[in-house]
């Protein structure tokens, strides 16, 4: 049995016991993306981005007044029905005229709040199926971990009992076995810490999928390929949702800058009134109203110049992230190639016969061909090795992840 071979049978039989929950990698995107909660959080923004949006294409609604006057407290009302009581009684309906294209504004800059919001989700959602990767992956670590770390628990307690054995009939001393139990010690440790590692491993993938932290899962997918190119592919950073969010909110921070400016357009409020006076011959008599407010173009000054310095930060955000993209791209690249070179030199160097040399000096210390300094190296180098493997494997994994998020294109946009 090949090394593949034993470390699949070691990480069925040992980890996921039955408690444990088989997993794919789609399968826990999936339950992320239904119940992960800072996605959840950003949809509920989302939400109220679209509330905020409705709220900005309405109109000034229309004003009722309703009033009266002339009252005496000498005469009170007067005698008679409501018709004839010594009441001045007013009614008016009265509307606000809207200058300089405030409402169009507001519309503009809504939907461009409304754009990047819905970009951030997608950006989010990218972010977050990073993290579910970078658990996943990490789960299946520390699962081949575990598994290993058991596998060579169980060998050297085997290991130590033939030790007692020939101690009893004198073929070994008692130093070396007392040197054995010391490593077998160690040995324990390491499989109590790979046990620990794998369920905190398995809470971080738990809690990005929005489950329970005390499910058993287990990571049932092979590690992914590597591949011939590096991972490389041609994007423009310019399409990632983030840089399409930060572009969507420098265009609402200038449509800010535009509504802030219309403020020097006076609004004007129009209205119609009815006026009903008893001692009036004239009954009920008709009149119209305007309302200018006072005041120069000055008094817009303030909300003017707070929006040109959102504009700004907005303009210098966009900037930064920009160069930030193509610094990430860049570093991305590098820790692809690092890490797929460095799997393939690990894979490369033999595994299989690198444990049979480990099972050669274990017989061969048995028979008595090799010291015990010699057999405890050679195991110690041998777990050095498994460790090392995994790790090159799982950062492969991550780094090739990563890759692919930064240079991912969702197209469209939520709403």
Not at 242 to 263: F, I, T, Y
Request: hydrophobic letters at 45%.
């Amino acid at each position: 049995m090949n090394f593949t071979s034993r470390l699949a049978v070691l990480v069925a039989a040992v980890v996921c016991a039955p408690a444990a929950s088989a997993l794919t990698l789609a399968d826990a995107l999936r339950a992320m993306e239904a119940h992960n909660p800072d996605l959840r959080a950003a949809a509920l923004e989302l939400r109220g981005v679209q509330g905020d949006a409705l709220t900005a294409a309405l109109r000034p609604e229309a004003e009722l007044a309703l009033g009266t006057s002339k009252y005496s407290a000498q005469q009170g009302l007067g005698p008679g029905g409501p018709q004839h009581k010594r009441l001045d009684s007013t009614l008016g309906v009265g509307w606000t005229w809207e200058r300089g294209g405030k409402r169009a504004l507001r519309m503009r800059q809504a939907d461009a709040l409304l754009a990047t919001a819905g970009l951030e989700v997608l950006d989010s959602r990218r972010q977050q199926q990073v993290a579910v990767q970078e658990a996943y992956f990490g789960l299946k670590a520390a699962q081949e971990r575990a598994a290993i770390a058991e596998d060579n628990r169980r060998s050297s307690r085997e290991q130590l009992a033939a030790a007692d054995r020939q101690v009893a009939v004198g073929a070994l001393a008692p130093v070396d076995r007392a040197r054995l139990a010391v490593d077998d010690l160690a040995v324990a440790d390491a499989a109590r810490d790979a046990a620990l590692d794998l369920g905190d491993a398995r809470h971080a993938l738990a809690l990005l999928m929005g489950r329970d932290a005390g499910d058993a899962l287990s990571a049932d997918d092979a590690w992914p390929q590597v591949d011939s190119d590096g991972g490389r592919r041609a994007i423009d950073p310019q399409q990632r949702s983030d840089l399409r969010a930060a572009r969507a909110r420098l265009e609402a921070a200038e449509a800010g800058v535009a509504l802030a400016r219309s403020e020097r357009h006076r609004d004007i409020q129009l209205g119609i009134e009815a006026e009903r006076e008893p001692g009036d011959i004239s009954g009920v008599t008709w009149g119209v109203s305007m309302t200018v407010p006072l005041g120069g173009a000055s008094r817009a000054r303030g909300a003017i110049q707070r929006a040109q310095a959102d504009r700004d930060g907005a303009a210098l955000a966009l900037q930064h992230l920009h160069r930030q993209a193509r610094a990430e791209m860049d570093q991305l690249q590098a820790a692809l190639v690092a890490a797929q070179a460095r799997r393939q030199a690990y894979e490369g160097a033999q595994g299989d016969s690198a444990r049979r040399a480990v099972e050669g000096m274990e017989l061969a210390f048995r028979r008595g061909a090799a010291s015990l300094t010699d057999l405890l190296d050679a195991r110690r180098s041998w777990r050095d090795f498994e460790a090392a493997l995994i790790d090159a494997r799982a950062g492969h994994a991550i780094a090739l992840a990563r890759w692919r998020a930064a240079t991912t294109v969702v197209e469209g946009e939520i709403r």
